[in-house]
């Protein structure tokens, strides 16, 4: 078994910078831990949840899609080929590695996103087991675990308390990135860490059944009081992809931009008339739920959430998925709509 | 803090229909949230401490808040100055907005607006920005010009413009926020150097003479981005220049948006 000490993580970032990865790692910053791509001198943290997730790498906050000139009187339309450096993300939550279904689906769904998809190919997704969550964790009450394997490449498994990881190499890129880190990595035995505790709070089945029959409903009004309309939460979350096309230009240049967009945002759907059909905080958080546990499972067949809790810890109102989903299980149970 | 007077008080006023919302704060692992109580049984969650960070006043610009006024709100001196700003500014009346007033450790009971612009004049007559702020601002003042601007890149880089600064502000009411003035777009929403640099540096602007210096914003910031450093600086530009200090005077003029003929005028050359 492949082993590194936790103490050395940052010897196997170097050998795989030093390999050609782009690697991205939880690091210090300031009082927070973000990923990050790794430097010579970055603190690897693998003990804090990241502020960000792992979306930042794969879908930018802001990216060039198309590119115009002004070569004499013409706009002449330039080629904009995706920047997709070879990319490890190292030492990442399951949670993070297990929202890439959705984003792989989404961007592949109706059309096929080749710069979404460029940076998808060019990445390793090296998952750790998480040993430790906090009351913000409900992986595993939409279908995830802190050990799932669910996109991974390889796995960090901690090993012997907390000492060192195993490195387990699960399809080919985790291989190529075994090879690649080298002398980084010993071998030896080592006992795996036992995974955290995450206790299931909710059924999402229940959660979507009450979505299905309660689009109208006084509690919407009630559990969106709180929220302020910003876009913390959509912008931290490992799933939520909209975006926003923007154009912007100089005097010699015009570039298309896809900017992060939130359905938080009063703008959203704010139509050109004036008009808005999502008018109150109230219809916004109703759609960021909805789209979660009703929408996506009916398309897709799968939850648009992973339970990270990143959305809680960020929110500056102190709105939680988690809360309202709790909340939800607890009315659809009070009044199964499967009875009438 | 008589926290247990304060909690029978909000249920007295809920009770009464002095109030039909209680915005104030509650505990939520370990951190202080806002809370909203709407029904007397409710009061219990109430709390407060140091760490409650968040401006109550912010929630007034919401639809849903204003539907449910009369609304009383636990207020540190800072938010019941921000409330007085938002008198001044024709934003609020005495009728919507109750204040359970709290500061320096002391429970100050229920109190209409007047008797809040009262209290803040006779007990906390001076604004008390952050000492740590103060001393990093001057810090940062003193730094050559392209060691400034090379911490604001770092620090504006992280902006994700998600604007939770924003939100978190009771200052920041517009119903259509320069950003999002889209026809044509004034400012980039793109989460880059030129967008992100132009985006913080506004609001800071927009927010001077106007910001009572809660750290709502940057206690908001998802980012750790250390907006205090702009706003304060732009409050203390703002004492020293016009010896004004927003927020304990409802009738108060605005200082960007008044005029007097004996202000200095020996910037015009």
Known sequence: MKLIDASRLDDLAKALAGAGYRVVVPAEDGELVRYAEWTSQATIRTDAFPVNSVKDFLLPRSEVIDRYELQGDDFVPMDVTPEAPKTVLLAVRPCDAAALALLDTIFNWDFEDELYNARRAAATVVPMVCTEADEQCFCTSVGGAPDSTENADAMLRPADGGTRFILDPLTDKGEALVEAAGTALTDGEAEPDPRAEVPVRFDPERVRAWLEENFESDLWDLMSLACLGCGACAYACPTCHCFDIQDESTRSEVVRLRNWDSCGFGLFTRHAGGHNPRPDQAARWRNRVMHKFAYIPERFSMIGCTGCGRCARVCPAGMAMLDACVRIAQESKKAPVYES | ?269
């Open chain 2, 1 to 269: 803090m008589d926290l247990e007077k304060m909690r029978q008080d909000a249920a007295a006023l809920l009770e009464g229909g002095r109030a039909t919302l209680v915005v104030g704060f509650r505990e939520r692992a370990g951190e202080c949230v806002p809370a909203f109580v709407t029904a007397a049984e409710g009061t219990a969650v109430l709390t407060y401490d140091e760490s409650c960070m968040a401006n109550p006043a912010a929630y007034l610009r919401k639809t849903e808040v204003r539907r449910r006024t009369p609304v009383a709100l636990v207020a540190r001196p800072e938010v019941m100055r921000s409330l007085i700003l938002l008198k001044a500014e024709h934003q609020v009346s005495d009728e919507e907005v109750l204040v359970l007033g709290v500061g320096d450790d002391t429970y100050h009971g229920v109190l209409t607006l007047a008797e809040t612009e009262q209290l803040l004049n006779e007990q906390y007559p001076d604004p008390s920005p952050d000492e740590a702020t103060l001393a990093e601002i001057e810090r940062i003042q003193a730094l050559p010009p392209e060691e400034r601007a090379r911490f604001w890149s770092e620090q504006l880089a992280k902006c994700t413009r998600c604007y939770a600064c924003r939100a978190a502000c009771p200052m920041c009411y517009c119903e259509r926020c320069i950003v999002e003035r889209n026809v044509p777009q004034w400012i980039s929403t793109a989460a880059r150097e030129h967008g992100n640099y132009a985006w913080n540096v506004i609001r800071a602007f927009h927010l001077a003479g106007r910001c009572t210096e809660c750290g709502a914003c940057e206690a908001a910031c998802p980012q750790g981005i250390p907006l205090m450093l702009l706003n304060s600086l732009m409050a203390r530009e703002v004492r020293d220049t016009y010896g004004e200090k927003p927020g304990y005077d409802a009738e108060a003029q605005p200082v960007i948006g008044s005029w007097n003929k004996e202000d200095d005028d020996d910037f015009i050359r």
